[in-house]
């Protein structure tokens, strides 16, 4: 079955800066891959996503790449924000099986 | 905006009992989700459920585990008799349709305590 790794497990960065999150996944049939912002006590809240047919995906300060040779794909959050402070989660699956397989989240923490 | 509700919050329950969470997916959505996220760890699939019979489980949703659409707003998930590791935040997700777009929206989940 897909297995997704995900890193850094904890980000600190200064407010105004960037912050990258990677995720790698295993099985090439793969071909959606959400990701998803956990605030404490809230459910995952899907902020944005990328298909298998597209490298990259920009929605405003949020930036999502895929690289499906090396099978990864990452998050960019540019001029980053205290209320961007969450848990952040990637996904995969296949549009076929559609149980989402999560990797295991990035505590990111911005500074004031 | 259309949500994911869920209820309880939070279900304390003693180990062995039945428990029966509740989801009220987001209303012309057809594909419903259960996951489930142990304290400090990675969210788990653990079923799908499409015109009403489950279409995907994972190793995880064993016999102890049902899932029902009673009504035509209702999802649950029952556990027959709960273990101590079932203790977990359970999330139900809800998306719109087939094909290629797979847009899961998550409810707040209901944190289960078993004692």
């Known amino acids: 079955g897909e297995n997704v790794e995900q890193h850094p497990s904890t980000l600190s960065v200064q407010e105004g800066d960037s912050a990258v999150i990677k995720c790698t996944y295993s099985?090439?049939?793969?071909?959606?891959f959400p990701w998803y912002k956990q605030e404490l006590g809230k459910g995952p809240q899907l902020i944005i996503d990328?298909?298998?047919?597209?490298g990259e995906k920009k929605d405003q300060r949020i930036a999502v790449t895929l690289n499906k040779t090396a099978k990864h794909f990452s998050l960019h959050i540019t001029e980053t924000q205290p209320e961007d402070s969450a848990v952040y989660f990637c996904?995969?699956?296949?549009?076929?099986?559609?149980?989402?397989?999560f990797g295991s989240g990035t505590r990111l923490q911005v500074q004031p | 905006e259309p949500e994911v509700t869920q209820t309880p919050s939070h279900q304390v329950t003693q180990m062995g009992q039945e428990v029966i969470l509740r989801c009220v997916p987001i209303?012309?959505?057809?594909?419903f989700y259960w996951y489930r996220q142990i304290l400090g760890q990675k969210v788990e699939f653990l079923v799908s459920?499409?015109?009403?019979?489950?279409?995907?489980k994972s190793e995880i949703f064993d016999d102890q585990f049902s899932v029902e659409r009673p009504d035509g707003s209702n999802f649950t998930l029952k556990i027959r008799s709960t273990k101590l590791e079932d203790s977990a935040m359970y999330f139900c997700?809800?998306?719109?349709?087939?094909?290629?777009?797979?847009?899961?929206?998550f409810g707040p989940g209901t944190r289960l305590t078993v004692l």
């Open positions: 997700a809800s998306s719109a349709s087939s094909g290629v777009t797979n847009e899961q929206f």
């Open positions: 099985d090439s049939a793969s071909n959606y």
């Open positions: 990328i298909r298998s047919n597209v």
């Open positions: 996904a995969a699956t296949d549009t076929g099986r559609r149980a989402l397989t």
């Open positions: 209303s012309n959505h057809l594909y």
């Open positions: 459920f499409y015109n009403n019979e489950i279409s995907e």
